[in-house]
């Protein structure tokens, strides 16, 4: 394994990843959606996400996406979702959160909240909102998500709606060694 690298997206073969990526967790690793015989899944937000990925030489193995504009994803699974979310300023919706197997270990996660405190620093976003896996709710509480709403998805695919605050998101970056968000 080479040292990882942390970036925006902005190359195809990157993007072209990040959809291979997104087949492999959302259809086969969570079945959220159906399969299909090219193995690749366009986000319906594609046009409009950053992409922070971390990166082994020129392979991505890990992502997490943000999209500041609405309707969000989780506008369209909760009803009136702002009857539900905090005072803030400024929303953004942080989704598809994804690392490879072989690369699910501190450093990538690390990594690509790095990322992140940067992108917060650049838009001034004070609330996030997310869909996290039920398969991962721990892992979203550790780094100060918060859960409200019902679940949302389906049986086999299910999540629960969580939002951080910007409060939240510093104490995880300050516990973490992180830039100043």
Known sequence: MSPLHFKVADRPCELEQVHALNYRAFVEEIPQHPPDAERRRVDPFHGENIYLVALDGDRLVGMLCARDRRPFSLDRKLADLDAWLPAHRR???????????????????????????????????????????????????????????????????????????????????????????
């Open 91 to 181: 929303l953004v919706e942080l989704r598809l959160l994804v690392i490879e197997r072989a690369y699910r270990h501190k450093q990538v996660l690390v990594g690509l909240l790095g990322l992140g405190t940067e992108l917060r620093a650049a838009t001034g976003w004070d609330l996030a909102v997310i869909s996290a896996t039920t398969r991962q709710t721990r892992l979203y509480a550790h780094i100060g998500c918060e859960p409200f709403g019902p679940l949302v998805g389906t049986p086999t695919a299910l999540f629960q709606p969580m939002f951080l605050r910007l409060e939240r998101f510093r104490v995880t970056a300050r516990r973490l060694g992180l830039p100043s968000a």
